[in-house]
T-cell receptor, first 113, second 113 residues
Framework: AQTVTQSQPEMSVQEAETVTLSCTYDTSESDYYLFWYKQPPSRQMILVIRQEAYKQQNATENRFSVNFQKAAKSFSLKISDSQLGDAAMYFC??????????FGTGTRLKVLA | DSGVTQTPKHLITATGQRVTLRCSPR?????VYWYQQSLDQGLQFLIQ???????AKGNILERFSAQQFPDLHSELNLSSLELGDSALYFC????????????FGPGTRLTVT
């Protein structure tokens, strides 16, 4: 079965510092897509960043970047220059060719002033 | 505002009852997804429709059903409700393609008493 694991239920980071959230997945497919979504206290789900498995280059969106290690089936999210507004639940999602989206259980990020 | 609307925002009902949740996708989006998020849990993918046709089915109970209408709005029907069905139900919409960003609605909070 395809699974997504976020092993860090909660993380804390000082404002302006860098934090990395981990995500691993299990699949036998070679082509798939990976996403990170953010869910602030408002509960609204917001896309942070996305990555196509066949692309070697790691995706970057402003202060957010990923470290995609396909062989290790790892897709970690790095947040640089953390801001108070980054405090939220972060979900890693894996999308295989079957369109059956699989989300991890989330990591709650706290940003300390 | 994601452009996806969901009604109602809150719903309180008793065990054994049936409810219908409604979702209107963003203008132009053909795909609609339904997710269930139980308290402090990740998202469970329930079902996806594309232009009126079921495209993918996840962990959706037999007591649950959905459809997408010609005007592309979608409804999720939950019947024989149990206490464990209490959750936040999200609808999302997207364009075509697995890499397309999903735009999430604000969710419907269902409480079964």
């Amino acid at each position: 079965a395809q699974t997504v694991t976020q092993s860090q239920p909660e993380m804390s980071v000082q404002e302006a510092e860098t934090v990395t959230l981990s995500c691993t997945y299990d699949t036998s497919e070679s082509d798939y897509y990976l996403f990170w979504y953010k869910q602030p206290p408002s509960r609204q789900m917001i896309l942070v960043i996305r990555q196509e498995a066949y692309k070697q280059q790691n995706a970057t969106e402003n202060r957010f970047s990923v470290n995609f290690q396909k062989a290790a089936k790892s897709f970690s999210l790095k947040i640089s220059d953390s801001q108070l507004g980054d405090a939220a639940m972060y979900f890693c999602a894996f999308i295989p060719g079957t369109y059956k989206y699989i989300f991890g259980t989330g990591t709650r990020l706290k940003v300390l002033a | 505002d994601s452009g996806v609307t969901q009604t109602p925002k809150h719903l309180i009902t008793a065990t054994g009852q049936r409810v219908t949740l409604r979702c209107s996708p963003r203008s132009g989006d053909l795909s609609v997804y339904w997710y269930q998020q139980s308290l402090d849990q990740g998202l469970q993918f329930l079902i996806q429709y594309y232009n009126g046709e079921e495209r993918a089915k996840g962990n959706i109970l037999e007591r649950f059903s959905a459809q997408q209408f010609p005007d592309l709005h979608s409804e999720l029907n939950l019947s024989s409700l149990e206490l464990g069905d209490s959750a936040l139900y999200f609808c999302a919409s997207s364009g075509t393609g697995l890499l397309s960003e999903q735009y999430f609605g604000p969710g419907t909070r269902l409480t079964v008493t």
